[in-house]
Structures are given as structure tokens and as C-alpha cells.
């Protein structure tokens, strides 16, 4: 297995803060963003990496081989952050991952280590973090039947028909992950839909018939990180964790 972090934006509603250091590089407490997800991945025994980078890559490269020596990780780059959406940036590891399972993930999440853990615990190939709440229109909303699997994701979603929140962690197997990355290379090649979030794909394979299930960790701390003010609220909630 492969865990998947994309990082390739400039994350401009955190402005000042990001102007000189990538949003992932932002400290929450005393740890930064990407120091916290590296350490859960390491956690749940998974050496082998990729990180798509963009705004600042070398920041990122150079903190990574700081701290992380034993890590293998591949490097990639978008060049085109700046006028692309993480589908894209999901579609250049394609390379590095057929024939593999995923985790991907969010570089601008902060999350307990068990989260990780029930996804690969979960017995589903195919599987999604999923936090229930009452959700709102910017986020993005999953509809599942009575057994969990998914229906339908993203913000388009009906707030009276989503079950929760996807919290920005999937795990994907080998024959699905293919199917997935046939359905991303039409988005982005064939149809120029380089702006799309990767839910829109994942979306599509359910309607395909790819079985793709729930994993509850509403219990589980996760928070997104997208103002100075979650920065702080995330710092505050490390500490409850602690």
C-alpha cells in the first residue's frame, strides 16, 4: 500500500501565513500540519509515500528529509497548481500506483491515527472516512444506502439526503484503483475537467457499480484546515486530545 498526500496548492484564504511556507507546513500546537499526518501514516506501519507538491516544493522536500530519513517517498510535481484542483494532482501519480492500493489523503487535515487504522481494519477494499454532522453546502456530502455504501459525493449532494461528511482519507484496491484512474485519465485528458475535485470521479465509479463503503470515525478527531482561525481551533483541539 501506498499512502497519497496531495499538497500541490497555495491554500490563498490563509494569506499572510502562506505567502512564504505551504499551508501543510503551517504549525498547529507545536507540530506542523504535515508532521502530523506523516506521523499517523508511520504509525500504522506504511513506509512508502507520494506527495504531490507545487507552491513551495522545496520547503516540503526539505522538511520531509529532515525529519522522515526512513520514509521512502516519491516526489511530484504539479506544475500547474495554480489553475488545477486536486484531480488533477491525483492523475499525475497514476504511474506510481497501478498495480498498489491507495490511501490517499488531504495535506490540510489534521486526524487521529485510528482513522487510518479502521480504514484498513474495515474488511472493505474500497472505503471513505465519514464524519456525521450536520452538514453544510461547501462540504462535501456522501449519500450511502442502508448497508454504507457510497451513492453519491460531493457538494452537490441534498443536505436532507447525506448521511455526513467525507473527511478527506479513502483507501482504494488494486482492481478499483485502476477503474478509478480510467475514469480520472477521461476527466483530465480527454474532457479538460482539470478543475474538478477527485470526489467527481469517485462519484462516477459508484454509479459504475464499484462497491465503495462508509467507515464511521465520527468519533475520531479531524478538522480541515482552511482560516487562521481553524489553525487555532485545531491547536485547541490537539490539546483536548493530549
Not at 23 to 35: A, F, H, S
Not at 89 to 95: A, P
Not at 141 to 162: M, P, S, T, W, Y
Amino acid at each position: 500500500m501506498k499512502a497519497v498526500i496531495l499538497a500541490a496548492g497555495i491554500a490563498s484564504r490563509l494569506r499572510p501565513l502562506t505567502d512564504n511556507t505551504p499551508k501543510c507546513l503551517l504549525k498547529v500546537g507545536d507540530k506542523r500540519i504535515l508532521e502530523l499526518t506523516l506521523d499517523n501514516i508511520v504509525a500504522n506501519n506504511i513506509n512508502d509515500v507520494i506527495i504531490v507538491t507545487g507552491y513551495l516544493e522545496n520547503q516540503i522536500k526539505d522538511f520531509v528529509a529532515a525529519n522522515y530519513p526512513k520514509l521512502n517517498v516519491i516526489y511530484i510535481y504539479n506544475e500547474v497548481y495554480n489553475s488545477t484542483n486536486n484531480i488533477y494532482s491525483l492523475w499525475l501519480t497514476k504511474d506510481n500506483l497501478l498495480g498498489d492500493e491507495m490511501l490517499l489523503m488531504d495535506s490540510d487535515i489534521i486526524f487521529d491515527k485510528d482513522i487510518i487504522a479502521k480504514l484498513l481494519a474495515s474488511g472493505y477494499d474500497n472505503c471513505l472516512a465519514l464524519k456525521r454532522h450536520n452538514v453544510q453546502d461547501e462540504e462535501i456530502k456522501v449519500k450511502a444506502d442502508k448497508n454504507g455504501r457510497v451513492l453519491e459525493i460531493g457538494k452537490e449532494v441534498k443536505l436532507d439526503e447525506a448521511i455526513g461528511e467525507s473527511i478527506g482519507i479513502e483507501k482504494f484496491g488494486v482492481e478499483t484503483l485502476r477503474k478509478l484512474f480510467d475514469i480520472i485519465d477521461r476527466k483530465v485528458v480527454v474532457d479538460k475537467q482539470v478543475n474538478q475535485f477527485y470526489e467527481a470521479a469517485f462519484e462516477e465509479l459508484a454509479q459504475k457499480g464499484s462497491d465503495m463503503f462508509i467507515v464511521d470515525t465520527t468519533d475520531n478527531i479531524c478538522m480541515e484546515i482552511d482560516t487562521a482561525a481553524d489553525l487555532e481551533a485545531a491547536g485547541k483541539l490537539l490539546l483536548k486530545q493530549d
